[in-house]
């Protein structure tokens, strides 16, 4: 699948509309991805799943950051056949307590998949979480990379990160 497949993917799924938006940080903008349209459709969700398993390794093993990055994550561990954890952005307080569900063994490489990246504040916050846990994580792998500073926010945490789509391809024939 191309670069521009995928981006009519996202578009088809109308998970990139246009108005103006508040966006998590706080922060408002002119044009919005939805993740939850295209991680819910399945032609959009399985185009994201075999690009990123198209880029792993043998020996990843898979990072959701909850909660959009989980379907990603459950996708992807199926098109690519490997496990996957989910990391949590708080510590439930029930149950075992775990701010990371799933098998994760002390030294552990695992690549983190995130939909969306404006500032990098959730991505960082789960791999932090991760690294905790006993992960080693150098790598993310990101659907749509808003281009806001997000990108050098995670790279100064220490990780290589990857965009399938940046905002500036997603918006450059913008009708």
Known sequence: ???????DALREAEAVQFGEFELS????SEYYVDKYLFETDPRCLEAIADAFAERLEAGDKLGGVALGGVPLAAATSVAAGVPYVIARKQRKEYGTGN??????EDGEEVVVV???VTT?????????ALREAGATVERALVVVDRQEGGRENVEEAGLEMEALVTAEELLADRD
């Open 25 to 28: 940080h706080g922060g408002t």
């Open 1 to 7: 699948m191309t670069n521009q497949d995928l981006i």
């Open 120 to 128: 990098g504040t959730s991505l960082v916050d789960a791999v932090e």
């Open 114 to 116: 995130e939909d969306i």
């Open 99 to 104: 701010l990371v569900e799933g098998r994760l």
